[in-house]
């Protein structure tokens, strides 16, 4: 696993240095070797069993250090559970089961080989993200970081950018504006209500208005 880079004593002040800060670990994560295990639903088909099989696998091969295994969110692929993708690869494998996943690390998280039998539609023409038709008619805004991020770890959110639109309205917009701007965005509750966040926060604003020097920062998701 690597190490933070991100501690208490980092200080952003600005977009700026937000996106210097993206950039550095974006370079330090360049290349590296992860398994993204869905952590989610696939939970109910045994994803724990093989997210600690990989761990144990990473650590008899003299991996650790080499190879991250990081517990995500949903990949999407939910018939395919449990799930994983594979990264620098993007290679994403379903119905993993924890005797093949010596063979999983020896051929693909080493060597990029793509093994079919784990593919959608058990096709290696469909290994990657990209070539997956299930992915190719969706454009992804408010999720497009889900199954990607470990949620442990700020670094990785900071790297893919999570944080920018938050930076940017705590350091140079007023709460009006920031307001404004999520009303504008159409963004609706996904609790099932699917009522307007930006009036929501709009109501907030009118119940506790708060100056550039209090800012009050609330997030629903
Ligand atoms: S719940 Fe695991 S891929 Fe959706």
Redesign the pocket.
Known sequence: MTDMMVDSATTISSPADLAALQEQLAAAAEGRRRVLV???????IG?RDVEATFRSEVAAAGLIGEVDVVQT??????A????AVIEPYDIVY?RNRVKYIPDVISQTVMNGDIIRRFCYGRDAEMAHVDDIPFYAHQTKRVLRNV?RVDPQKIDDAIQRGVYGAAGKALTTMEPDEVVGEVKASALRGRGGGGFPAGLKWEIRSWTAPCSRATRTAFWKA
Do not use: E, K, Q, R
């Not at 869905?38 to 109910?44: E, V």
């Open positions: 869905c952590s989610t639903g696939c939970l109910a994803a969110g949903c990949h999407g692929l939910c395919m559970a449990p799930v379903g199954g």
